[in-house]
């Protein structure tokens, strides 16, 4: 990622200096902050998973793989978190909410997907309610998180992303097309 970064804005990148100690700390924290939030990430997706492959192993290998890519999935989850949930939900409604987060081609391949998979096994185990419960939290605690690392949570006004703390560290904002197309003579 950086360096696509570095060649997307290798003008408006500047050089960090390593004897400034602030600057190398707060790139730091940001650093070990950025980690973590990526670890706890991890660490729910994962609880998820297992609870819904705890319960149906069908629905988890449609929804495992794309908890933490797709926002409708996790408010599915977290709105129905059982399959007897989502199944007395029904497809028009399930299809609507996936249909806030998502295309309508989309929302509607992942409805056919979920329906397919909750066909596939007819058997109720035990704890499924209580894995409900785990799921519902499990998804409301998510988004945060995913919120919190995503790249566009702090744009200049061209967009591109900025640091939170030093406004040394933001990037150039002079326009530098002009010195490349004009006239040297």
């Known amino acids: 990622m950086l360096c696509d970064v570095a060649r997307a804005f290798s003008e408006q990148l500047r050089w960090v200096d390593p004897a400034d100690n602030q600057l190398v700390a707060e790139l730091a924290v940001l650093g070990g902050y ?6 706890d990430i991890n660490r729910l997706v ?25 926002a409708g ?3 599915l989850l977290s709105k129905y978190p059982t399959p007897d949930t989502i199944r ?7 299809e609507e909410l996936l249909g806030k987060h998502h295309q309508a081609r989309t929302a509607a391949s992942l409805t056919t997907a979920i329906f397919d998979a909750l066909d596939q096994q007819t058997l109720v185990l035990a704890g499924t309610a209580a894995y409900g ?25 061209r967009g591109v992303p900025t640091p939170p703390f030093r406004p040394d560290l933001a990037f150039d904002d ?3 097309s002009q010195d490349r197309h004009s006239d040297p003579g």
């Open 34 to 39: 950025d980690q973590d939030l990526r670890a």
């Open 46 to 70: 994962n609880r998820m998973r297992d609870a819904l492959s705890s319960i149906h192993p069908p629905l988890e290998a449609v929804i495992g793989p794309k908890l933490a890519a797709k």
């Open 73 to 75: 999935l996790r408010a």
């Open 88 to 94: 007395a939900a029904g497809r028009v409604r399930v």
């Open 133 to 157: 419960r785990v799921i519902a939290e499990q998804a409301d605690t998510l988004a945060p998180s995913l919120r919190a690392t995503s790249p566009t949570r702090r744009r200049d006004r």
């Open 174 to 176: 002079r326009d530098r």
